[in-house]
């Protein structure tokens, strides 16, 4: 607009300067047609043909108006829903992040118009259905989407996996991974889905066999791999200890020696594991050189339960971790049940009294109960398993 004025302006100076120009040197403009003259001022004619080109150019724009109205009132119609669109996109993203689904999937379904974006405005449509637990419209909205963008089929794919496993569907989940599974080692989520849909399955023998190329993943969060790995080794030494023929704890032990040693519940439970398949000479030395690196007043308690040809060499070896972990009741605990073994009876009764006056536990009342009772202590005996029953209640 701006520029048509500037432009109009531009030519009536030019007009008025001409006209001034042509008053300072009067002359005559004359037409002749057959027998017809015309005679006038050349002022007049100048003026005169002006304002009839002036006449012809705004009639001619508008008939060019006329004839452009039908497009301009389509394009002004499209850029109209366009905003719209842009406006109910916005309004349905911001409705979803405050968690209004049923909303939020109405506006971008509304968004979708805008033939541009139709497919963010499904897929974003697709995951406010899923929130709201209506699948049938969450699929049918990836489906939209997929249609709309045949050649980011791989992407789909990958949302599908991950709103399945939401909604605890591991095995459909992983019909759509499988179509991915050459992206595994250059995608991270592709890597982590494929884990998650393991761990929902506890399928812990195919995820034990896919750590590896979980490990190679670029990009991959390493607190993730040592989760998985953890999550895999407690699974599969579950399933080792109520099915002891099932799985290969020596391989167990071997995959996920680092995680063992780092872990403190693996551990412990990696030593159950090995004291039901009757592997106690593995466990002693297990326990001995984790705890060499890193104490575990877990792995003490276990090692009080592992079956040794010489339960000397054991105390011996226990004694030695008293120099430096004085206040562990566990380590008294174990020591006095070696020493039982041992039959050596008074510094049995020594050390689970140590282990009482830092930690009074039920288990450790029972185990002096029932040497008092072996001795024929019975008042002693009483008193102790008075004290351990009234200690164990109150914890239940």
């Given at each position: 607009?701006?520029?048509?004025?500037?432009?109009?302006?531009?030519?009536?100076?030019?007009?008025?300067?001409?006209?001034?120009?042509?008053?300072?040197?009067?002359?005559?403009?004359?037409?002749?047609?057959?027998?017809?003259?015309?005679?006038?001022?050349?002022?007049?004619?100048?003026?005169?043909?002006?304002?009839?080109?002036?006449?012809?150019?705004?009639?001619?724009?508008?008939?060019?108006?006329?004839?452009?109205?039908?497009?301009?009132?389509?394009?002004?119609?499209?850029?109209?829903?366009?905003?719209?669109?842009?406006?109910?996109?916005?309004?349905?993203?911001?409705?979803?992040?405050?968690?209004?689904?049923?909303?939020?999937?109405?506006?971008?379904?509304?968004?979708?118009?805008?033939?541009?974006?139709?497919?963010?405005?499904?897929?974003?449509?697709?995951?406010?259905?899923?929130?709201?637990?209506?699948?049938?419209?969450?699929?049918?909205?990836?489906?939209?989407?997929?249609?709309?963008?045949?050649?980011?089929?791989?992407?789909?794919?990958?949302?599908?996996?991950?709103?399945?496993?939401?909604?605890?569907?591991?095995?459909?989940?992983?019909?759509?991974?499988?179509?991915?599974?050459?992206?595994?080692?250059?995608?991270?989520?592709?890597?982590?889905?494929?884990?998650?849909?393991?761990?929902?399955?506890?399928?812990?023998?195919?995820?034990?066999?896919?750590?590896?190329?979980?490990?190679?993943?670029?990009?991959?969060?390493?607190?993730?791999?040592?989760?998985?790995?953890?999550?895999?080794?407690?699974?599969?030494?579950?399933?080792?200890?109520?099915?002891?023929?099932?799985?290969?704890?020596?391989?167990?032990?071997?995959?996920?020696?680092?995680?063992?040693?780092?872990?403190?519940?693996?551990?412990?439970?990696?030593?159950?594991?090995?004291?039901?398949?009757?592997?106690?000479?593995?466990?002693?030395?297990?326990?001995?050189?984790?705890?060499?690196?890193?104490?575990?007043?877990?792995?003490?308690?276990?090692?009080?339960?592992?079956?040794q040809d010489d339960p000397n060499t054991a105390l011996k070896q226990a004694e030695q971790w008293v120099q430096q972990h004085t206040d562990d009741a566990n380590l008294f605990l174990t020591l006095g049940r070696l020493c039982k073994r041992a039959q050596l009876w008074g510094k049995a009764k020594a050390y689970f009294e140590s282990s009482l006056s830092r930690k009074p536990l039920?288990?450790?009342?029972?185990?002096?109960?029932?040497?008092?009772?072996?001795?024929?202590?019975?008042?002693?005996?009483?008193?102790?398993?008075?004290?351990?029953?009234?200690?164990?209640?109150?914890?239940?």
């Open positions: 607009m701006l520029r048509a004025l500037l432009i109009f302006i531009f030519f009536l100076a030019i007009f008025a300067a001409v006209v001034l120009y042509l008053m300072q040197a009067p002359g005559f403009a004359s037409f002749s047609f057959g027998n017809l003259n015309i005679e006038l001022p050349l002022v007049k004619f100048a003026i005169g043909l002006f304002i009839v080109f002036t006449i012809l150019y705004f009639l001619l724009r508008m008939i060019g108006l006329l004839f452009s109205a039908p497009r301009r009132i389509q394009s002004a119609t499209v850029q109209r829903k366009k905003r719209k669109a842009v406006y109910a996109t916005n309004a349905g993203l911001t409705k979803y992040t405050l968690g209004d689904w049923a909303q939020s999937e109405k506006l971008l379904l509304r968004g979708a118009e805008n033939k541009n974006t139709a497919y963010i405005n499904y897929i974003w449509a697709a995951r406010a259905a899923h929130q709201s637990g209506d699948y049938e419209a969450r699929d049918r909205h990836l489906s939209i989407a997929k249609k709309l963008t045949p050649e980011a089929h791989a992407a789909f794919n990958v949302l599908q996996a991950e709103l399945l496993l939401d909604q605890d569907m591991p095995e459909q989940a992983l019909a759509s991974l499988n179509q991915q599974h050459n992206a595994v080692g250059s995608n991270s989520k592709i890597a982590a889905l494929y884990s998650n849909a393991y761990i929902q399955l506890e399928d812990w023998q195919k995820l034990a066999e896919f750590i590896p190329n979980l490990k190679k993943t670029k990009g991959i969060d390493q607190q993730f791999i040592t989760n998985v790995q953890k999550q895999t080794a407690l699974g599969l030494l579950r399933n080792t200890k109520e099915k002891p023929t099932s799985y290969n704890i020596d391989n167990i032990g071997s995959q996920f020696k680092t995680a063992l040693n780092a872990d403190h519940e693996l551990a412990v439970t990696y030593v159950e594991a090995l004291r039901t398949q009757e592997k106690h000479d593995t466990a002693e030395k297990f326990i001995v050189a984790a705890l060499a690196n890193n104490w575990n007043s877990e792995l003490v308690h276990q090692y009080g339960f592992l079956e039920a288990e450790t009342y029972a185990e002096l109960a029932a040497l008092h009772e072996q001795l024929d202590e019975l008042d002693d005996a009483h008193r102790c398993a008075k004290k351990g029953l009234k200690l164990a209640t109150r914890t239940i």
